[in-house]
């Protein structure tokens, strides 16, 4: 009698490993909800820089995580986990188990009534009016957006056409943070490094979280054309708001616990 037999991997796939170590599934878990510091890991993770320091390399080294330069304050890196990046390396962990397990990440709807979110950025002009009709477009005005900027300056035209290129009409009025502080919002994400160091505190406690993106107006491609960079921050902001409903609540409070 013939019998089939399977041949199956010796070891589980490199995404497996890496998180089954609780360290590094608890720095990616810190890194999931925004951007952090090592000094901030250390802090979020409760284990000696030394340890986080190892661990990051391991996850960069796997491309789940990277690092880019504080824009504020050059002699600080902000981490980043790359949540595209795990959603496939998860995809693929699954197909690995059983090919019927894998499966894309999915569109998500809010988890608890209309979250309000704010965006801000220093100017106003690019990062947070992106990531405001990036947002509205994604939940089709499920959430209630808004941005601001600590030093607003008029609607940069490479902003607009960015959005074109993904079907949406970006029409904004710059607005100054500081006429927004008396509202009360779920979630406040800070796009840039100098304005994380100016957010005030809003009232009922929201959800603070930062995206350290690089202002594209200040990275022109070498023949000077700011629009690739616009187009590349707009790319970055689209695939991290793909995943921001899923944590989305009304409650920041119980985003906490």
């Not at 979250?115 to 477009?137: K, Q, W, Y």
């Not at 300056?153 to 056409?161: N, T, Y």
């Not at 970055?236 to 609540?249: K, M, S």
């Amino acid at each position: 009698m013939y019998i089939q037999t399977v041949v199956l991997p010796e070891e589980p796939p490199v995404f497996v490993r890496l998180m089954a170590d609780p360290v590094r599934w608890q720095l990616a878990r810190a890194l999931a909800v925004g951007d952090l510091r090592v000094r901030e890991l250390v802090a979020a993770v409760g284990h000696p820089q030394n340890l986080v320091s190892y661990h990051l390399r391991q996850l960069r080294s796997a491309g789940l995580v990277t690092a880019r330069r504080s824009s504020f304050d050059g002699r600080d890196s902000y981490y980043h986990l790359d949540l595209a990046r795990c959603a496939d390396a998860w995809a693929e962990a699954g197909t690995a188990l059983h090919p019927g397990i894998g499966s894309p990440a999915g569109a998500a709807e809010p988890r608890a009534g209309r979250a309000r979110v704010l965006f801000l950025c220093t100017g106003n002009s690019g990062r947070s009016p992106l990531a405001e009709a990036l947002l509205r477009h994604r939940t089709r005005g499920a959430v209630e957006v808004t941005s601001a900027g600590s030093h607003p300056k008029p609607l940069h035209p490479d902003a607009v056409r960015a959005a074109a290129e993904r079907g949406i009409t970006l029409e904004h009025e710059p607005t100054h943070l500081d006429t927004l502080r008396r509202r009360r919002f779920d979630w406040v994400i800070s796009l840039c490094d100098k304005v994380r160091e100016v957010v005030p505190a809003f009232p009922g406690r929201p959800m603070t979280i930062h995206w350290s993106l690089p202002d594209p107006a200040r990275e022109p491609d070498p023949g000077g054309d700011t629009f690739a960079a616009f187009a590349r921050t707009a790319a970055e902001l689209d695939t991290r708001i793909r995943f921001l409903p899923f944590t989305l609540t009304t409650d920041a409070e119980e985003t906490r616990t």
